[in-house]
């Protein structure tokens, strides 16, 4: 049997199309190198923040605050990040997050269960009112008292500042790079995408031209299913 090819046409290109490194201001790209430990999957975020560098100063100086002098511990900010970016279908913040995620302790099972209904998965009673506090904070919805008070019952106010700054800031980024069809590091647009939700890999064009030979190195590198091989034409 012939498989079908998954889609048709190729993806939809960024509308504000991320800066090479060669562009950016010389502090971010040195801000890139320094923070290595972060993982992969920035370089497109962070193309996109050079278009706007006094902007990107400022959010990157609060994700740093979030991420590495947060006092919500790991855990809790990988379950706050995944779950509002799977409410705003945030594919970027999800996939981008996933690493963090499962160096912060959460298994596989857990990285999923944060995109089904709190009751579906055996969560602890903090987690699950973390869950449910980001489900209402996406809906604009406000938190009802005994929610808080069950939620000040294991963060201090320091950490429930946190929580909803950090749920903010990941909303923010998920509508930010949405809107803009900000494209993951892990295809190239030209030579693929991989799906948010399944994994797929979609080959508008299943040979690329070699002048698409380095974007087809990035695309490839770093996919962890090994769905795309390289091979250098006699």
């Not at 429930?160 to 993951?184: D, F, H």
């Not at 031209?209 to 990035?218: F, I, S």
Request: net charge negative; charged share 20%; proline share 12%.
């Amino acid at each position: 049997m012939t498989p079908s090819p998954a889609h048709v046409q190729g993806p939809e290109p960024p509308r504000i199309p991320p800066l090479p490194p060669s562009e950016w201001p010389a502090p971010l790209r040195s801000l890139l190198a320094d923070s290595r430990k972060d993982g992969a999957g920035r370089v497109n975020l962070f193309g996109t923040l050079a278009h706007h560098p006094g902007l990107a100063h400022a959010w990157l100086s609060l994700a740093r605050v979030l991420t590495h002098e947060g006092t919500l511990g790991d855990r809790r900010r990988e379950l706050v990040v995944l779950r509002t970016a799977h409410r705003l279908g945030g594919t970027f913040v999800h996939e981008r997050h996933r690493t963090p995620a499962t160096e912060a302790g959460l298994t596989p099972e857990e990285i999923l269960a944060t995109a089904g209904a709190p009751d579906t998965h055996p969560w602890t009673p903090e987690e699950r009112a973390l869950l449910e506090t980001c489900d209402l904070l996406v809906s604009n919805s406000m938190v009802p008292d005994g929610l808080w008070h069950q939620l000040a019952r294991f963060l201090n106010p320091e950490q429930l500042i946190e929580l909803l700054v950090l749920a903010g800031q990941t909303a923010a980024m998920c509508t930010t790079l949405g809107v803009l069809r900000t494209p993951l590091d892990s295809a190239a647009p030209e030579v693929g995408e991989r799906s948010g939700t399944d994994g797929r890999v979609t080959l508008p064009v299943p040979e690329p031209d070699r002048k698409y030979a380095a974007d087809a190195r990035l695309a490839a590198d770093p996919c962890p299913s090994g769905a795309l091989t390289l091979m250098d034409a006699p």
